[in-house]
Nanobody, 124 residues
Framework: QVQLVESGGGLAQAGGSLRLSCAAS????????MGWFRQAPGKEREFVAA????????KYADSVKGRFTISRDNARNTVYLQMNSLKPEDTADYYC?????????????????WGQGTQVTVSS
């Protein structure tokens, strides 16, 4: 079983940057594809980005493409989400998740393990 703990959330101004981290323990992190999702109040959880176990493949939601970058350090059992050019509509709770499924799934049901989330607020 993989335990995931997010950090790095907080308050940012529009146009600013934040870097989220997700530390993994247990299980086989280095063989897990990883994803970031977000959920705004009153909305469903939505896909943000995903990265393959090797780091060689990534996938992004259209809404964050060109602004966010997902990466991972398997030696540190950590996955990152660098968020630049933040917008007020990026305000949400951000969750990292792990999956053994291939093809970098974009739906929450295809992820097996979840962190507790970290809050991101972007002011205009």
């Amino acid at each position: 079983q993989v335990q995931l703990v997010e950090s790095g959330g907080g308050l940012a101004q529009a146009g600013g940057s934040l870097r989220l981290s997700c530390a993994a323990s247990g299980g086989t992190f280095s063989r897990s594809n990883m994803g970031w999702f977000r959920q705004a109040p009153g909305k469903e959880r939505e896909f943000v980005a995903a990265i393959s176990w090797s780091g060689s493949n990534t996938k992004y939601a259209d809404s964050v493409k060109g602004r966010f970058t997902i990466s991972r350090d398997n030696a540190r059992n950590t996955v990152y989400l660098q968020m630049n050019s933040l917008k007020p509509e990026d305000t949400a709770d951000y969750y990292c998740a792990a999956t053994t499924k291939a093809l970098l799934p974009t739906t929450p049901v295809n992820y097996d393990y979840w962190g507790q989330g970290t809050q991101v607020t972007v002011s205009s």
